[in-house]
């Protein structure tokens, strides 16, 4: 069971992070239960951290601002990213440019057909010395996981990584492991299409909060580009601007977002729409509207509002909600995509406000 | 609370094509079942015409008719073609279905109007014209009728349906189902049961129900297209606020069809017989339903209706309109005299019409018939000459009724009769011998198999031992006239012989009241049962003096006036050599003539022989009442209420066109008032000028999108070019305002600037206005200011 030699190692190995070893233990609790009154403190520096993590991943990566956002936006919604395209248009440039911003414990795992799941989540070995099993964790012991080319690897190793995702810790010989706080994997995958893949199941795609895909960059940008990579990689300028307190009081901070009564109803109401929706074989699910919510959240906070507009739900909701859905025969046919049927689907669903409260007021919720 | 979800598409419906195109129709059953909804409604509401068309016949026809245009509207709505294409569509499955229901053999393929259609169609509608003018309700069904009640119901389908469907107006479609029902409600009292009304309303509910599901259906069916926001789908199935904005509006536009209708239908205001009974349904100007219009006018407790006219003859003229000799059938009609009929009024060309201007009476009447409607023609018996009138008229040689064609009518027209009459004494006519009954024409002395007994018990026991004509019609008279007999307007009615046919002179002999239609009615029959050819005259007695004088040729003509209290009818028997006479059965009303005064012997000073017309004469008593300089003759028939009249209407007009500007500057006002009013949440504040922006952007043409957030919305206003200069940050303010009102956590205090007093969030709403109207053109401001779009905007 020797993981070390599959697990390639880009940046730091295991064990050597930058702000020292992973804390399995250290996942406090979220600290959710402060309410707006605190975050409302927190909010000029909230957005200043923002903007220095942002500015600085834009110093690397030319022209993809919007992808930056998101990335950002499920880092502090606490989810997963899917970055998904062709190869070499900078999906893992990307994912180890917001890693290193932050100051926090970084892994990567780079997915080979040949990789095994202990190779993820760690192994227990036994301790000749002191006659115990010594639990050796995984590279998913860190702050932000990177996977590379996830779907290289063979389904069985994909579904512990995935497992990790979901139940943020490892169970191995019958002991849990609490993952890092906060925690974030950012895996790439390339198109199906292309050759020595195992694509994700829809299961398994669900658990991620979002899929980006990079496209590629405008003319100007690639320029940019060229000129400035051709020397030194820009990534080993990057200084992390953020410590990893910071990015937790942050998360804490989007957690106590409010959302409006109606905004959850226009949530309900566009999962509905993607159920009900003739070109879609497969909708939303609850989780995925959970996720929806969640990144909506932190899409509100990142533009300096303690509460969630329809409008921040639906800046994410091709990111959040394009990769669960599945396109019936006919939408295919029809030559439909999952984002366009997406789009109908925002330009159909009422969005509800005040407005509409008028008249129940004072009843009314917001 | 908002939760509107939208209805799922039906997936099973949802078939796409297979050639891979995206399936853009989708054969959804929503529109046929609105369209079934409708028909099935119209149908309900027409089937009261049962109180008005004898029997059941008639319905299948109806059915087709109102099926064949809703077929039509449903196609159209199936297909997604535009709301015209659609009513278009439906009027071609109306004509399509009359064709083939009654045009058949002048149609192109069984469907299509041929060329041959209008010389079929023309006896048709005479038919019907007639059926009109001269049955009792229920009258008895033939084509044209039925032709005309199909077209009448297919045109109302056609009218819900346009206004349930394309135009979104269900509750207000209930007009066209109130017009179907009123129908027979106003020709003929109490010819709709409770199950009547319960169906009409049943089927207003049923399109009610229908048109609001049908409204809540995401009517998207391409899912790709984006631009469903506007579309019903988008919009709410609940109205929430604004509905009494909408009930106003919806209210002020039946003011305005109750106002705007009655004097847009000529002669449903005034005129003689208004209100219903020359109600135009049937597309026939109809003026003398000789006995149902009559009972109502006469039961009706004020007058209407005046008209006047100016004689030579020296007392008042009983005007005759038309008689009743046809007296066989279910209904007393006019004999049908299409065929005998002869043009040229100016000259009456009979015989002895022209004799008798050498030997007889002659007088000369001027008739000003103001708005009374009639295809008849008002003149006192026996026109020999009229000279003034308009139109095309024929006259009848056995009746000397009168009657214009091709649409013309009494209508507004003055002319100038010139009648004759025999000179007739008491002595002559007692003279006369049993008629000839082979002498005239057998119409006038028909009588029906199955005729009631009493009518000849009655006719044996009053006149049965006389043998003069002469003296049996007296004896008929003076039995009508007789203690036993009271006039009443209300006693048909209620004793349900309110009708014509001979049941009714039966019943009226048992219950022995009644009024002119009956005493007339029974006498002529009587007549008849002693031999003596009869017919029933209707028309007017003669009316009040008005004290009017007019000077025509040398010739003083002393004014009369008559309206609705006047209308009459009265018998006239025929006598051999000597013609057809008038006799005045009715007690109470009317005059009796002197040669048929049941105290024989003339009264001194008067003179027998001048007894032209019924009504004799009271030579004693000369014109002498002075009449009022100035009183042009022509104005005499003006009512004088009619400017005051004129003027409220217009005033009502007025405000009826002036009501959604005036709901529009309540509503702002309100929220004005809200937003100024100390105390107020600013929340609260926020939304109410939110909601007033919106409105404003509705009213100039850039209504928000249901599915559009309140970022878009200004964002699209900013970038559209309906919005500049200081009206954008304005704009600005006002969303961010109602963002947080709307999003944000009521619980905590506003983060960020506080929430906006409510004069700085009204200042603001009003730069928006300034800055839409400054981008409007005039047309949009004009219509924002009279018409605006907020008021009918569903939220």
């Known amino acids: 069971m020797d993981s070390q030699q599959h697990t390639a190692w880009s940046e730091t190995p295991h064990g050597s992070v930058l702000s020292g070893p992973p804390h399995p233990d250290a996942a406090g609790p979220h600290a959710g239960g402060q309410g707006a009154a605190v975050q409302e403190a927190l909010m000029p520096d909230f957005h200043e951290t923002c903007e220095r993590i942002l500015e600085a991943i834009n110093t690397v990566i030319d022209g993809k601002a919007e992808a930056a956002r998101l990335a950002l936006t499920v880092l502090l919604a606490q989810g997963h990213l899917l970055l998904e395209d062709v190869p070499g248009v900078g999906k893992t440039m990307l994912a180890k440019t917001l890693a290193r911003t932050i100051d926090c414990s970084v892994h990567r795992i780079q997915f080979t057909p040949d990789l095994l799941p202990s190779d993820v989540t760690g192994v227990s070995i036994y301790n000749q010395d002191k006659h115990t099993f010594e639990f050796r964790a995984g590279p998913v012991f860190a702050n932000i996981v990177i996977g590379d080319e996830i779907n290289r690897a063979s389904a069985k190793t994909q579904s512990a990584l995935l497992e990790c995702m979901e139940e943020r810790q490892v169970t191995v010989d019958g002991r849990s492991y609490v993952l890092a706080d906060p925690f974030m994997v950012v895996a790439t995958q390339n198109p199906v299409e292309m050759e020595g893949t195992y694509p994700l199941p829809e299961a398994q795609r669900d658990r991620f909060m979002a899929r980006i895909s990079m496209g590629y960059p405008d003319a100007r940008a690639e320029m940019d580009m060229l000129g400035t990579h051709q020397s030194v990689s820009p990534l080993s300028r990057i200084r992390p601007v953020a410590g990893v307190d910071e990015v937790r009081a942050m998360i804490a901070a989007v957690h106590g977002v409010y959302v409006a009564p109606a905004v959850k109803e226009y949530i309900v109401a566009l999962g509905r729409a993607t159920r009900e929706h003739p070109f879609l074989r497969l909708g939303a699910s609850p989780r995925a509207l959970l996720q929806l919510l969640r990144a909506a959240k932190a899409a509100a906070a990142l533009d300096g509002r303690n509460f969630v507009l329809p409008d921040d739900v639906a800046s994410v909701a091709d990111a959040v909600l394009a990769h669960r859905l599945m396109l019936d025969r006919k939408a295919v046919t029809a030559g439909e995509n999952a984002s366009s049927v997406l789009a109908s689907v925002l330009a159909r669903v009422p969005v509800h406000g005040g407005t509409h409260r008028l008249s129940s007021w004072p009843a009314g919720d917001g | ?795």
């Open chain 2, 1 to 795: 609370m908002t939760a509107t979800v939208e209805r799922a598409p039906e997936r099973t419906s949802g078939v796409p094509v297979p050639d891979g195109r995206p399936p853009r129709r989708r054969p959804a059953p929503g529109p046929w079942l609105m369209s079934g909804a409708v028909a099935l409604a119209v149908c309900l509401a027409a089937a009261s015409l049962n109180g008005v068309l004898e029997g059941w016949s008639w319905l299948p026809h109806v059915v087709l008719a109102v099926a064949a245009v809703e077929l039509g509207t449903a196609a159209g709505r199936a297909l997604r073609w535009p709301a015209a294409v659609g009513f278009l569509l439906g009027l071609a499955g109306l004509v399509a279905s009359l064709t083939a229901m009654f045009l058949a053999p002048a149609s192109l393929l069984g469907v299509v109007p041929g060329p041959g259609t209008a010389r079929l169609l023309e006896p048709m509608l005479a038919e019907a014209q007639d059926t009109v003018v001269s049955q009792v309700a229920p009258v008895l069904v033939n084509p044209g009728i039925v032709l005309l009640a199909c077209a009448g119901i297919g045109v109302s389908a056609l009218l819900l349906d346009t206004i349930a469907v394309p135009l979104q107006m269900p509750a207000t479609s209930g007009a066209v189902l109130l017009a179907v029902v009123s129908v027979p409600a106003v020709i003929k009292p109490g010819s709709i049961g409770p199950w009547g009304f319960a169906a009409a309303a049943a089927g207003y509910l049923l399109v009610l129900g229908c048109a609001h599901w049908y409204h809540g259906q995401p009517a998207t069916l391409d899912p790709v297209d984006g631009s469903g926001s506007s579309g019903p789908a988008g919009r709410r199935a609940h109205p929430v606020a604004g509905q009494f904005g909408r009930a106003a509006a919806v209210g002020a536009a039946g003011i305005a069809a109750a106002l705007v209708l009655p004097p847009a239908v000529p002669g449903f205001h005034d005129g003689l017989f208004p209100e219903g009974s020359r109600l135009t349904w049937l597309g026939v100007p109809t003026g003398l339903n000789p006995v149902v219009s009559l009972g109502e006018n006469l039961r009706r407790p004020g007058a209407f209706g005046r008209m006047t006219y100016a004689t030579d003859a020296p007392t008042g003229l009983y005007l005759r309109s038309v008689t009743l000799e046809n007296l066989t059938g279910a209904r007393w009609r006019p004999s049908d005299t299409r065929g005998s009929r002869r043009t040229g009024v100016e000259s009456i060309d009979l015989p002895r019409i022209q004799a008798l201007l050498a030997d007889g009476t002659v007088t000369t009447t001027e008739i000003s018939t103001s708005s009374f409607t009639s295809p008849w023609l008002l003149a006192p018996y026996a026109p020999a000459r009229i000279e003034g009138l308009e139109g095309t008229w024929t006259w009848d040689p056995r009746t000397l009724n009168i009657r214009g064609t091709a649409g013309t009518t009494t209508a507004g027209q003055e002319y100038t009769v010139t009648s004759v009459a025999p000179k007739l004494s008491r002595a002559l006519l007692a003279s006369a011998a049993p008629a000839d009954v082979q002498a005239v024409d057998e119409v006038f002395s028909e009588l029906p198999a199955d005729m009631p007994r009493i009518i000849k018990d009655t006719t044996e026991q009053v006149a049965g031992d006389l043998d003069r004509p002469f003296e049996q019609a007296l004896a008929i008279q003076r039995y009508l006239r007789g203690p036993d007999f009271t006039y009443s307007e209300q006693a048909p009615v209620d004793g349900g012989y309110d009708q014509s046919g001979f049941g009714v002179v039966g019943a009226f002999l048992e219950a022995k009241a009644g009024y002119c239609v009956h005493f007339s009615a029974a006498m002529a029959i009587m007549a008849r049962e002693a031999g003596i050819p009869s017919r029933i005259a209707v028309g007017y007695a003669p009316g009040r003096r008005t004290g009017g004088v007019l000077v025509r040729g040398g010739r003083e003509l002393t004014q009369y006036e008559v309206d609705s209290r006047d209308a009459h009818a009265w018998p006239e028997l025929y006598f051999d050599d000597i013609g057809w006479v008038a006799f005045e059965p009715t007690p109470g009303r009317g005059v009796v003539p002197d040669y048929a005064q049941a105290n024989a012997g003339p009264a001194p000073g008067q003179a027998p022989e001048d007894n032209l017309v019924p009504g004799g004469p009271a030579p004693s008593a000369p014109d002498t009442a002075p009449e009022a300089p100035g009183a042009a003759p022509g104005s005499a028939g003006r009512d004088p209420e009619q400017p005051l009249w004129a003027a409220a209407l217009g005033g009502c007009m007025l405000l009826v066109l002036l009501a959604p500007l005036l709901l529009r500057t309540g509503r702002r006002r309100r929220r004005r008032t809200e937003l100024l009013s100390a105390g107020m949440p600013g929340a609260r504040a926020a939304l109410v000028a939110w909601a007033e922006t919106l409105d404003d952007a509705a009213d100039y043409g850039q209504p928000a999108g249901a599915a559009e957030s309140a970022r878009e919305f200004a964002a699209r206003l900013g970038a559209s070019g309906a919005l500049a200069g200081p009206a954008v940050p304005a704009l600005g303010r006002l969303r961010a305002a109602y963002e947080r009102a709307a999003y944000a956590d009521p619980g905590q205090p506003a983060g960020g600037p506080e929430a906006a007093a409510g004069k700085m969030l009204l200042d603001d709403t009003g730069q928006v206005r300034a800055g839409l109207r400054a981008a409007a053109g005039w047309r949009q401001r004009l219509a924002a200011r009279f018409l605006p779009r907020s008021l009918f905007r569903r939220r």
